[in-house]
């Protein structure tokens, strides 16, 4: 365990991650912490994980169980209509960090965890949402933080980006994303 107290969102994403790596379940970071680590940093009080159960061949039962034998507090949160996010277990600690285990996102590419990048955080490994991922996920989202994440990923790894790909994955969230997207790369 790396947390030892409040406030210690990454650390606690770090021990979860270990134990979604146990257990074999394919995850990715998204949220701030990917905005971070693909763009300009910004600052988080929790975690935001998508992990994909289907494969791993774990049910979010399993899941649940696990984690409240780990000591953790766990909420299961149903999706809510026309929520672009399928479902939610919402793990915290005793020290009441915050990781929320998104099962699934409307739109993502079902081969997005074979795009995510690994990138290094205190003594360890993180799996995080592909670039092209993360910018059409943020592009629909479509709120102003989200714009201004697009902005600042495309500032820092712009020069990374496969804009073929990001067109596909674009499009998959609708013409409004695809066009929104368009009217983004006139302005870089």
Same mark, same amino acid.
């Given at each position: 365990?790396?947390?030892?107290?409040?406030?210690?969102?990454?650390?606690? +994403?770090?021990?979860? %991650?270990d134990l979604l $790596? /146990? @257990?074999? *379940?394919?995850?990715?970071?998204?949220? %701030?912490?990917?905005v971070s680590f693909h763009g300009i940093p910004r600052a988080t009080n929790h975690a935001d994980t998508v992990i994909w159960l289907? !494969?791993?061949?774990?049910? !979010?039962?399993?899941l649940s169980q696990r984690l409240t034998q780990e000591g953790y507090r766990v909420e299961s949160r149903s999706a809510v209509a026309d929520h672009p996010v399928a479902g939610?277990? #919402?793990v915290e600690d005793k020290h009441d960090n915050r990781v929320? @285990? +998104? +099962?699934? *996102?409307?739109?993502? !590419?079902? $081969?997005?965890?074979?795009?995510?990048? *690994?990138?290094?955080? +205190?003594d360890s490994s993180l799996q995080?949402?592909?670039? /092209?991922? @993360?910018? %059409?996920?943020?592009?629909? #989202?479509g709120g102003h933080r989200d714009l201004e994440d697009v902005n600042g990923i495309l500032r820092v790894s712009g020069r990374h980006l496969n804009v073929v790909l990001l067109r596909q994955l674009a499009a998959r969230y609708g013409a409004e994303v695809l066009a929104k997207f368009e009217e983004i790369l006139t302005t870089l």
């Open positions: 365990m790396r947390v030892t107290g409040p406030g210690q969102p990454v650390h606690f +994403l770090l021990d979860i %991650a $790596n /146990e @257990l074999r *379940i394919p995850y990715a970071v998204v949220g %701030a912490l990917a289907k !494969e791993s061949g774990k049910t !979010e039962r399993d939610v277990l #919402a929320d @285990l +998104l +099962l699934g *996102i409307r739109g993502l !590419e079902p $081969n997005a965890p074979a795009r995510a990048t *690994i990138g290094k955080f +205190l995080f949402i592909g670039l /092209e991922d @993360l910018v %059409a996920m943020k592009v629909f #989202a």
